[in-house]
């Protein structure tokens, strides 16, 4: 039992990253390769500022996901620009090149395998369930999902603004039609998105080393949750991350860490091979940018 | 507007100016004296010239995807390492029975990473291939028969009855690199050429003149994957060491910007590519930061430059010979009719 919690605890880091996928995704109808290490400069600002420079962590941690989210909105801005040149690769190779950018100067400033680690937010020891003990900060990392997976699940089903997104997303001439400002819930989502990856990279190195690149660990596959959900659905996408989440930590007893890594991401080809456009998606959907 | 050309002018014109074929072969010509010239006798010359034309080897074939299907691919790099780790066990047999097995193995690993092309294309694909080439990776490092994450040696000693040295092991890797972009070359005048970019402009379109958009798609990614497989392999013989690592995701990356740098869709493009990315690396101080540099310019060119610079120096080049060679193609001997 303890192991399927801690399963649902990891599995929720990947649905927070792969729901910010989704979000961009379902906005802009583009994807940025860069998200991950985009959101990966939070958490070296945090570290700059707290663990280097002694900082406060609360506005550490605030001003890192703000910034991120910035970041992700100038992003937005320069990759809808770029889609108006007609030609689908542009923004597509650009989040590449950004990739590139952004890991080259993460790997500069603060070293390429030197490994810092945040301290826990949520200290203590854990919660023994039939002689097991889970993590206090595990179980913050799920409760912090949970409470922003709610929180966006509020906003999008309760308020103007979540009504104006998804009129966007069902259609965007008409909702320009209506006097919506698309472009600039685009670039709202934009913000929400990549900040909400911040989040998901916060709640990861709670209980891993920060090393450079390592955010690839998570940032991979929750591009593939994404995709099995097809770029667009919520719920299939929290279902299989927490499927994901769950079957790592169960093959994590039975094999050697990277065989579990190799296993796992095998078995999400396997269902991308099968199912490429994604579980519980209708065949219309649009799956090309 | 159209172009005609007067007929008298048009005959002055073929016999001032030598055939295509003339042009290519002095152009290889040059190449394979001044490869030579570079890597005779200077080890680290031979070695730099031999990187440049294994990255212009696998960059040409990515331009199957990114130039002529119009998609992207990160999987380069995954097809590069399967195309090393097949080829190299069987060197014992002959450097060209290994370059064989690995171009073999790269069609394979080309053929999986195409499978998901049949079906979802744009950024699912690209997902796709990335999935596929960490998985591949994760596979190579963490099995110890494979090697594991620390790799292993490669010894070659002759290929053809001739010692490899480093001159000749660079001189190999040009003479692969410049049958590949002639492939290359020959393939994109030809009917099949022709197919799989109609392919990638309008599969619709392409179906309806009985072309096969899946067969395409297919055939596209399994012959990268052959330049990959065979580009792989020429790595590990020039570095002389064969680590998993060396093929990550960061050298797809860096195989996407050569070809889009250089210029999608055409058989200069990625050499072109390859041969900026070397010299950058050479002229450029040693840092972390190289890199970013490369990832902003990828950005730049893609965006306001999107056929790359291949285009730009072809333009330059015609104007110098409208300058100095008027009759030649493209020169003066022509009249523009509204």
Not at chain 1, 157 to 163: A, H, I, W
Not at chain 2, 296 to 315: C, H, K, N, R, S
Request: aromatic share 10%.
């Amino acid at each position: 039992m303890a192991t399927v919690i801690v399963g649902l605890c990891v599995g929720s880091i990947f649905a927070l990253m792969a729901c910010s996928i989704v979000v961009v995704h379902r906005g802009t109808h583009l994807v940025n390769f860069a998200q991950g290490e985009i959101a990966a400069l939070g958490v070296f600002f945090y570290i700059q500022w707290v663990v280097l420079d002694g900082g406060r962590p609360v506005v550490a941690i605030v001003a890192g996901i703000l910034i991120v989210g910035v970041l992700g909105l100038l992003f937005g801005i320069i990759a809808g620009r770029m889609a108006r040149t007609g030609d689908h690769l542009v923004p597509l190779i650009s989040s590449f090149g950004l990739f590139l950018a952004t890991r080259s100067i993460t790997v500069g400033v603060w070293g390429p395998g030197e490994p810092y680690q945040i301290p826990p937010l949520f200290g203590g020891d854990g919660w023994q369930l039939g002689g097991e003990l889970i993590p206090f900060s595990y179980l913050f990392v799920l409760g912090v999902s949970v409470v922003c997976a709610g929180g966006l699940y509020a906003v999008a089903r309760f308020t103007t603004v979540g009504l104006r997104i998804r009129a966007l997303v069902e259609n965007r001439d008409a909702a320009e039609v209506m006097g919506i400002p698309t472009a600039r819930l685009q670039l709202a989502t934009w913000f929400v998105g990549t900040a909400l990856a911040a989040v998901a990279t916060f709640l990861f190195f709670q209980n891993n080393y920060v090393v450079t690149g390592s955010i690839d660990s998570v940032l991979i596959p929750a591009f593939a949750i994404a995709a099995v959900g097809g770029f667009e659905h919520f719920g299939a996408v929290v279902l299989a991350s927490a499927v994901y989440g769950v079957g790592s930590q169960l093959m994590s007893q039975y094999l050697t860490f990277a065989g579990n890594d190799v296993l796992s991401l095998v078995i999400l080809v396997v269902l991308l091979f099968l199912m490429p456009r994604g579980i519980l998606v209708a065949k219309s959907a649009r799956y090309s940018s | 507007m159209s172009v005609r050309t007067d007929p008298a002018t048009e005959v002055r014109r073929r016999r001032a100016t030598p055939p295509r074929a003339v042009w290519g072969g002095a152009a290889i010509v040059v190449v394979l004296v001044l490869a030579y010239l570079l890597s005779a006798g200077q080890p680290y010359l031979a070695t730099v010239v031999a990187g440049a034309a294994v990255y212009a080897t696998a960059a040409t074939g990515l331009d199957f995807v990114v130039g002529w299907l119009r998609e992207v691919s990160v999987g380069q790099g995954a097809a590069m390492l399967v195309g090393a780790y097949c080829g190299v066990p069987f060197l014992e047999a002959g450097v060209l029975v290994a370059g064989l097995v690995a171009a073999v193995a790269g069609l394979v690993t080309g053929l999986v990473l195409g499978l998901a092309a049949v079906r979802v294309k744009g950024f699912a694909l690209a997902t796709y291939t990335l999935i596929v080439a960490l998985a591949v990776e994760l596979v190579f490092t963490s099995v110890p028969a494979l090697g594991g994450g620390v790799g292993r040696p490669v010894i070659a000693d002759s290929v053809v009855g001739i010692p490899l040295d480093t001159t000749t092991t660079a001189m190999l890797c040009v003479v692969v690199a410049i049958l590949g972009v002639l492939l290359h070359a020959r393939l994109r005048r030809s009917m099949t050429g022709l197919a799989w970019r109609g392919v990638g402009l309008n599969p619709s379109a392409a179906g309806s003149v009985a072309v096969s958009p899946v067969g395409a798609r297919l055939a596209a990614f399994g012959l990268a994957g052959v330049y990959a497989g065979v580009a792989g392999f020429l790595f590990a013989l020039v570095s002389g060491y064969l680590a998993p690592t060396v093929f990550g995701f960061e050298l797809a990356v860096l195989m996407l910007a050569m070809v889009v740098i250089g210029g999608r869709g055409r058989s200069l493009g990625a050499v072109v590519g390859a041969v900026v990315f070397t010299v950058y690396q050479q002229v450029a101080p040693a840092s972390a930061y190289s890199d970013a540099a490369i990832g902003v310019v990828l950005m730049v060119v893609v965006w306001f430059a999107p056929a790359g610079i291949v285009p730009y120096v072809g333009t330059g080049l015609r104007r110098a010979r409208r300058r100095w060679w008027p009759g030649s193609p493209g020169g003066m001997g022509k009249e523009l009719v509204a």
